[in-house]
């Protein structure tokens, strides 16, 4: 605030000064308190290059001392232990999922369709690789960050201007990764969460001037990345570059700011755009390991790991120097034993002199060394929480799978904060992705999605199409089922318990531990019966099929019922009954070998009412609307054929004739199974 006034509803060229003020200050703090030094030396480590930046590049024997006695033997045990915890953490690919606000068909049936675009987003446009590099990053540096946006000038040529010539994309969301070198907060706050964030980018300079010309001359006279002495991920190359950084300011809507903020910039006087918070939210997000408390900055226990890592860098080395000093023997020989150097030189001499020269071992290195070398390495891995087994050198006494499975999730387990931390970072990701595309998806974008059998087929959607959906949440599962050993006793336990019925099944399970499309159908069924029980409501006809999971379909359709208020509406009951009617009469008259194959139990005929293969002798008169209209079975029941009708006369197979006319059963019956039985009970009499 200053003069009264809060800096964020400033001029542009205000708040582009004061947060150029705000990000020095924020690094400066951070310079002071050691913390930018120590993510350097975190970065450096995890490549391996523990020597100097003057000595090299580290990935080398070098040599210390006066005299260059000392040999700097470095062992990267620390990049080792930190990509086996990013291999735990981000090898199976966490399963999305849309939730929509209702529960109707409609809102279902979109989720389905988010479910495929956020696997085409991740899939296909990287949106995986931005989440798995803020991972690695929060792993080495404490956090990760990734920046979500939609570029209107991105994805495929929509339409082009008959006049002007300009051409029409379809837009499309983008994606990158942030350093914590990259993202500046109110480093005030006690904790991540902040009203307001600057982000910096480095983009091209004359993709800049061709899209904003009249800042040529301000945007040619900011010095590039590699000419400018600012904070970064580590440069390998002094090349010139064209690259230079670009700042965004995001303010969330409050109080203060009730639009919210966005203000893109170079320099306190170089603004190329400021407008109000274009998304719903800031769209970037962070996952961390961790959180130094009282502070928004991010804490890895791989720093805790790293001075380790220089003890076993100075114990390997020692044992190293050793063994380079001294390998090579030494003899000793004592004072007047009249020996020459130039008779101990080659092989097969006969050496002559008053004493017999002797070797000197200087080689042997303490046992200590290497005990404390050892017990160096399992504080290591108990700090960083990945195990032996985890690490491929299981300890001798654990011999079994199931120990083996249980002491890798254990590991698992111990890293479950970076792993929650990973699920939040791709559940807010998949929400902002939704909602950018339900407010920019205005033109028709065609995708291609994967469908069942892995078979990839196009679909064109607008973001009118998932406008239901409000939230994305991820199914990280069974740390159990994230290892070989996990997933190979639950593919047989699944045999044992029948779920499993084919090699493709165990095989998907062994593979990747997911266990939802063996239950795909069941869930297909599950949204065509409740499209069904939707249409039966707004008025319109369903009709059952002989493919149908019918005991299945009358359990949903019995939600109909339900509702006390439904069993006011006369015509209602009369439309789900009559469906229900046209499951029982198919799982009646169909072909009881199909049935069978579906896993449906084929029912018998009632008692006095012949089945489709003991057909009456005479023509059966005036067949109902529901057996001949709306019924699939053309080919089972002819149109001379049909149930009796009350009053009809029946000629059977045992020649009674003018049987007692059906009773009507009321309503009540339709929805009572005992009032049922009863009334079909009186036909039976």
């Known amino acids: 605030m200053a003069n009264g006034k809060y800096f964020a509803a400033g001029s542009p060229e205000e708040v582009a000064s004061t947060c150029m003020k705000k990000s020095a200050s924020f690094f400066n703090t951070l310079r002071a308190n050691a913390y930018l030094d120590k993510l350097a030396r975190m970065y450096r480590a995890y490549y391996g290059n523990y020597s100097d930046e003057a000595d090299g590049h580290g990935h080398s024997i070098s040599f210390a001392g006066e005299q260059g006695e000392l040999v700097q033997l470095p062992i990267n045990h620390f990049g080792n232990l930190a990509r086996h915890i990013y291999v735990m953490v981000t090898s199976n690919r966490p399963v999305m999922e849309a939730r929509a606000v209702n529960t109707d068909y409609k809102s279902q049936a979109q989720t389905y369709l988010a479910n495929g675009i956020l696997d085409y987003y991740m899939r296909e446009r990287k949106l995986e690789d931005a989440l798995k590099k803020a991972t690695e990053m929060a792993i080495i540096m404490g956090s990760g960050f990734v920046k979500m946006e939609w570029n209107s000038s991105a994805g495929e040529i929509y339409d082009v201007d008959d006049e002007t010539g300009e051409t029409v994309t379809e837009g499309d969301a983008v994606f990158s990764t942030l350093s914590p070198f990259d993202v500046v907060v109110d480093g005030t706050k006690e904790s991540w969460d902040n009203e307001w964030i600057i982000v910096r980018s480095f983009q091209n300079r004359y993709n800049l001037i061709a899209k904003y010309p009249e800042l040529e001359q301000k945007l040619m006279a900011i010095p590039s990345k590699s000419e400018g002495s600012i904070y970064r991920v580590a440069v390998w190359s002094n090349d010139e570059t064209d690259d230079i950084p670009v700042y965004e300011f995001y303010h969330k809507r409050t109080d203060a700011v009730p639009e919210g903020r966005y203000v893109l910039f170079c320099e306190s006087d170089c603004v190329l755009l400021d407008a109000k918070l274009p998304y719903r939210e800031i769209p970037v997000y962070r996952i961390t390991a961790g959180d130094v408390l009282g502070t928004p900055y991010g804490y890895s226990p791989m720093f805790d790991v790293y001075p380790i890592q220089e003890g076993l860098n100075t114990l390997y080395s ?77 300890e001798a006494s654990l011999k079994s799978g199931a120990a083996l499975a249980l002491v890798q999730s254990q590991a698992i387990q111990f890293i479950s904060g970076l792993q929650q931390s990973y699920v939040r970072l791709i559940e807010d990701c998949g929400t902002s992705l939704i ?230 059963v009321p309503a009540s019956a339709l929805v009572n199974p005992d009032l049922q039985q009863q009334a079909l009970g009186n036909v039976k009499q």
């Open 318 to 394: 020692s044992v190293m120097s050793n063994q380079n000093a001294f390998a090579v023997q030494n003899i000793y020989v004592p004072r007047g034993a009249d020996l020459s150097i130039s008779s101990l030189d080659g092989a097969l001499n006969i050496i002559e002199g008053n004493a017999k020269p002797e070797s000197v071992q200087l080689t042997d290195t303490p046992a200590e060394v290497f005990k404390f070398i050892e017990m160096l390495n399992q504080a290591a891995e108990t700090i960083s929480g990945v195990n032996s087994v985890a690490r491929g050198n299981p």
């Open 435 to 664: 909602n950018m595309l339900k407010d920019f998806a205005k033109t028709p974008k065609v995708i291609a999605l994967v469908g069942k059998n892995n078979r990839s087929y196009l679909k064109e959607f607008t973001g009118e199409a998932i406008s239901a959906i409000n939230r994305v949440i991820v199914d990280v599962g069974n740390p159990l089922a994230k290892t070989l050993a996990g997933r190979v006793q639950m593919s047989e336990q699944l045999i044992q318990m029948g779920i499993v019925k084919n090699p493709t099944q165990y095989f998907q399970v062994l593979n990747t531990g997911r266990l939802d499309p063996m239950f795909e159908d069941e869930m297909d069924q599950f949204l065509l019966a409740q499209s069904e029980n939707e249409k039966m409501l707004a008025g319109e006809p369903v009709f059952a099929s002989v493919l149908d999971a019918h005991k299945q379909h009358i359990m949903d359709h019995r939600k109909v019922f339900s509702d006390p208020e439904m069993r006011k509406d006369p015509e209602l009951l009369k439309n789900a009954h009559k469906h229900i009617q046209e499951h029982i009469d198919l799982l009646r008259g169909a072909d009881p070998d199909l049935l069978q194959l579906l896993g449906e139990q084929p029912l018998n005929p009632p008692q006095g009412i012949p089945s489709s293969g003991q057909l009456p002798a005479g023509p059966m008169k005036n067949p109902t609307k529901a057996s001949m209209q709306n019924s699939p079975m053309g080919d089972v029941m002819q149109p001379e054929q049909g149930l009796p009708q009350a009053g009809d006369p029946i000629i059977g197979q045992e020649g009674i004739e003018n049987m007692p006319s059906i009773p009507q």
